[in-house]
């Protein structure tokens, strides 16, 4: 295990971060309950995760692999996949998340909610999506979504709900540049529930360290932290 000062540390950086979830929480008129850290262990050590596991019960991995490798060995936590997703490695990730955020074509949705059924899962969905455009970053495109959306319940199985729209926001310094990506998406999640309210959409994953308080005021109800919570640690 981790020594106990450096634990110290890790519950600061926890305190520290639920009390900028509540500040926004209060700018926005939001109940603070209405959000869910997801506390991203991709960078943490081992020890480290066992330790965080203590204290937080929602854990998020980025790779396939570590989730694999950690999750069975904290069968208390429930573990979030939030990167990208190969489709050789649904039936590994479907054992493992409770819930997934980074489905990103209708083609991956189908095959999730196919395996989900053979493995007896529940799992939960969301869909990422491309706001921005950049090219690097993988999701639906908007427009794509809408007008496939028609087609999304007849892709699903009784083992996998999709309950939300996840996106990352491009890199940037000040976060309030942020804004508008993080905005988008929840533009894009009320057109959709328009279009067809058959899925309700709950869920907006949006916001990492460096940003969570501004996608909070713009409605996030899953925020992604990973290197605020290990800041002061390694
Ligand atoms: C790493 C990662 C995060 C956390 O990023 P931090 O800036 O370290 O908080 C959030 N979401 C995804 C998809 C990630 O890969």
């Known amino acids: 295990m ?3 000062e450096q634990v110290t540390v890790l519950q600061k950086n926890l305190d520290r971060i639920r009390q900028r979830i509540r500040s926004a929480c209060e700018r926005r008129n939001h109940n603070e309950y209405d959000v869910e850290l997801v506390a991203v262990t991709k960078y943490a050590d081992w020890p480290w995760v066992k330790s965080l596991a203590a204290l937080h019960g929602c854990l998020g991995e980025s790779r396939p692999q570590q989730l694999m ?3 069975p060995q904290l069968p208390d936590t429930e573990w979030h996949m939030i990167g990208s997703l190969q489709s050789n490695k649904v039936r590994q990730v479907v054992r493992a998340a409770a819930v997934i955020h980074s489905v990103d074509s209708l083609k991956l949705l189908e095959r999730v909610a196919r395996i989900a059924a053979e ?6 969905v969301l869909l990422q999506v491309n706001v921005s455009g950049e090219a690097s970053k993988s999701g639906f495109d908007p427009h794509d979504l ?3 959306w028609d087609q999304i319940p007849a892709l699903l199985s009784t083992a996998v709900h999709v309950v939300g729209l996840m996106t ?3 890199a940037a310094d000040d976060p309030e540049a942020t804004r508008p990506v993080f905005a988008g998406l929840a533009q894009l999640r009320k ?3 328009e279009q067809s309210p058959e899925i309700s959409l709950p869920h907006l994953s949006m916001g990492m360290s460096r940003d969570f308080e501004v996608a909070i005021e713009e409605g996030a109800t899953l925020i992604r932290v990973g290197s605020a919570l290990f800041e002061g640690l390694n």
Do not use: C, G, K, T
Not at 119 to 124: M, S, Y
């Open 191 to 193: 057109e959709l529930i």
């Open 69 to 71: 490798e950690r999750a």
């Open 2 to 4: 981790s020594n106990p």
């Open 168 to 170: 990352m926001a491009p």
């Open 146 to 148: 809408l007008e496939n």
């Open 119 to 124: 493995e007896d899962a529940d799992v939960r």
